[in-house]
Nanobody, 124 residues
Framework: QVQLVESGGGSVQAGGSLRLSCVAS????????IAWFRQAPGKQREGVAL???????AYADSVKGRFTISRDNAKNMVYLQMNSLKPEDTAMYYC??????????????????WGQGTQVTVSS
């Protein structure tokens, strides 16, 4: 059974940092497009970052320069390093996977495997 499990969320002050982890089971992350999404209360789920099999990355404008997505093939994991956190980053964060890339990269319908989410709360 294919599975993604996120961890690393928590509560931090504005300006702080967190690193989220996403571990995959049943497939190899280096062969998949892995994205981080987030959803705040009352808002649509939005794409945050993407890493492709080629290691090419994409970011939402709102996080570019602050967040970094990376991959550890040996651990079959993907990470999201989040720096300079802002209250508007508060959301449930999910990792998602697809074997096939598409445009736009952040279309939820393209991702067929999802984790359960990890909560990030940033206080001012």
């Amino acid at each position: 059974q294919v599975q993604l499990v996120e961890s690393g969320g928590g509560s931090v002050q504005a300006g702080g940092s967190l690193r989220l982890s996403c571990v995959a089971s049943g497939f190899t992350v280096r062969s998949y497009h892995i994205a981080w999404f987030r959803q705040a209360p009352g808002k649509q789920r939005e794409g945050v970052a993407l890493i492709r099999p080629s290691l090419n990355t994409a970011y939402a404008d709102s996080v570019k320069g602050r967040f970094t997505i990376s991959r550890d093939n040996a651990k079959n994991m993907v990470y999201l390093q989040m720096n300079s956190l802002k209250p508007e980053d508060t959301a449930m964060y999910y990792c998602a996977a697809t074997a096939s890339g598409s445009y736009p990269w952040d279309a939820m319908s393209n991702y067929n495997t999802w984790g359960q989410g990890t909560q990030v709360t940033v206080s001012s």
